[in-house]
């Protein structure tokens, strides 16, 4: 069974203050690894998905990185407008629905000025 | 990206009534989904809205508490039938357009 777990499950950063979120995954054959932020209220809001083990993409302050069991998100410099919940997930190769995603459990940030 | 629109945007039910949560998406996509969210869990697929067949369930949901119509490519239906407090959820639509986008959710509580 697929398997996705992210940590920490909180961090409170200063502004300015860089740090990582992990993602670690159990997955037969991935087929790409997502991340999403998720404002209170909100429906998820898609930001990456990588492919390969090496693979890397930068928007903005965000960096994500990908290995062959894990992910990052490295968050640069935060602001208080980075205050979310960051959720990462995992798409296998097994025959399974294409819109299947098994996500995590969700990494809260806050970022105080 | 796709804009995806979904009504109600929350809403309070009572017990034993069923609710019927739209999805509305502003251009054509092949592939649309539903996902529920419970309170303090993460994301998980109810089903594939399929455009002109019966939808695709997983495993552990069933037509007959989670009816979904796919009439044409931009529109979807997701009902709660019989609802307990234990669907007290967000139920997301989304859709692949490139990649998987969700609407901003229907947070629905029951009483």
């Known amino acids: 069974e697929d398997q996705v777990t992210q940590s920490p499950e909180a961090l409170r950063l200063q502004e300015g203050e860089s740090s990582s979120l992990n993602c670690s995954y159990t997955?037969?054959?991935?087929?790409?690894l997502f991340w999403y932020r998720q404002d209170p209220g909100k429906g998820p809001e898609f930001l990456f998905t990588?492919?390969?083990a090496g693979e890397e993409k930068e928007k903005e302050r965000l960096k994500a990185t990908l290995t062959k069991k894990e992910s990052f998100l490295h968050i640069t410099a935060p602001k208080p407008e980075d205050s979310a919940t960051y959720l990462c997930a995992a798409r296998d190769a097994g025959g399974t629905s294409y819109g299947k995603l098994t996500f995590g459990q969700g990494t809260i940030l806050t970022v105080h000025p | 990206s796709a804009v995806i629109s979904q009504k109600p945007s929350r809403d309070i039910c009572q017990r034993g009534t069923s609710l019927t949560i739209q999805c509305q998406v502003d251009s054509q996509v092949t592939m649309m989904f539903w996902y529920r969210q419970q309170p303090g869990q993460s994301l998980t697929l109810i089903a594939t809205a399929n455009q002109g067949s019966e939808a695709t369930y997983e495993s552990g949901f069933v037509i007959d508490k989670f009816p979904i119509s796919r009439p044409n490519l931009t529109f979807s239906t997701l009902t709660v039938s019989n609802m307990s407090p234990e669907d007290s959820s967000i139920y997301l639509c989304?859709?692949?357009?490139?990649?998987?986008?969700f609407g901003e959710g229907s947070r629905l509580t029951v009483l």
């Open positions: 989304s859709v692949e357009n490139g990649e998987l986008f």
């Open positions: 997955v037969s054959g991935l087929r790409g």
């Open positions: 990588l492919y390969s």
